[in-house]
């Protein structure tokens, strides 16, 4: 059972547009969630994160957004940029035994055209 | 950037081969995990490491073993490689006594292919 879902395998946005990367998860324990980034042949890195305390949280051209009645999250890219295109991997963790564990959802491939 | 490497960074081998990747670093962080990527999978938990000598199954454990003698190691095995193996394989380490940054931090990645 996937407990963290990126439905949008692919999305193409215009360069200066907003690109807006979804995700939705089934476990309420879920209480820190995260946004990382993946080029081609590279690791993933950490992007931006929130906690289930917040609602927001903005980093630059950045910003998560949770609506935790809804267990959705999105992240917004304003304006979005061609070096942001790469894959974008919502993951998340619950408090507790099993806090240091992050469930990853399958990713969502940005394109951002010139 | 944290320092975290791992080798080799491209492997090919056989079926039935014992395959070895190693992770390294130098952060001192605490948690060591595996990750495996497949097309339409996303990341998922091979194995961790929650201190020297402590290690645990992930998701997707079933013919991989882990080891950790060091905290600056963790070395993944897949004993009797199989064709479902081939994947790319990611390191990561954590502080998760910063909590709640439970970032995780990886590494650049193995890509393993098994004929």
């Known amino acids: 059972d996937q407990q963290v879902k990126q439905n949008s395998p692919s999305l193409s946005v215009q360069e200066g547009r907003i690109s807006i990367l979804n995700c939705d998860y089934t476990?309420?324990?879920?209480?820190?969630f995260l946004w990382y980034k993946k080029y081609p042949a590279e690791g993933p890195t950490f992007l931006i994160s929130?906690?289930?305390?917040?609602d927001k949280n903005e980093d630059g051209r950045f910003t998560v957004f949770l609506n935790k009645s809804a267990k959705h999250l999105s992240l917004h890219i304003v304006p979005s940029q061609p070096g942001d295109s790469a894959v974008y991997f919502c993951?998340?963790?619950?408090?507790?035994?099993?806090?240091?564990?992050?469930?990853f959802g399958k990713g969502t491939k940005l394109s951002v055209i010139p | 950037d944290a320092g975290i490497t791992q080798s080799p960074r491209h492997k090919v081998t056989e079926t039935g081969t014992p395959v070895t990747l190693r992770c390294h670093q130098t952060?001192?962080?605490?948690?060591m995990y595996w990750y495996r990527q497949d097309p339409g999978h996303g990341l998922r938990l091979i194995h961790y490491?929650?201190?020297?000598?402590?290690?645990d199954k992930g998701e997707v454990s079933d013919g991989y073993s882990v080891s950790r003698s060091k905290t600056e190691d963790f070395l993944l095995t897949l004993e009797s490689a199989t064709s479902s193996q081939t994947s790319v394989y990611f390191c990561?380490?954590?502080?998760?006594?910063?909590?709640?940054?439970?970032?995780?931090?990886f590494g650049p990645g193995t890509r393993l292919t098994v004929l």
């Open positions: 990561a380490i954590s502080d998760a006594g910063r909590r709640p940054y439970n970032e995780q931090f």
């Open positions: 476990n309420s324990m879920f209480d820190y």
């Open positions: 929130i906690s289930s305390i917040k």
């Open positions: 993951a998340a963790s619950a408090s507790g035994a099993g806090s240091y564990q992050l469930t």
């Open positions: 952060e001192n962080h605490r948690y």
């Open positions: 490491s929650y201190g020297v000598k402590d290690t």
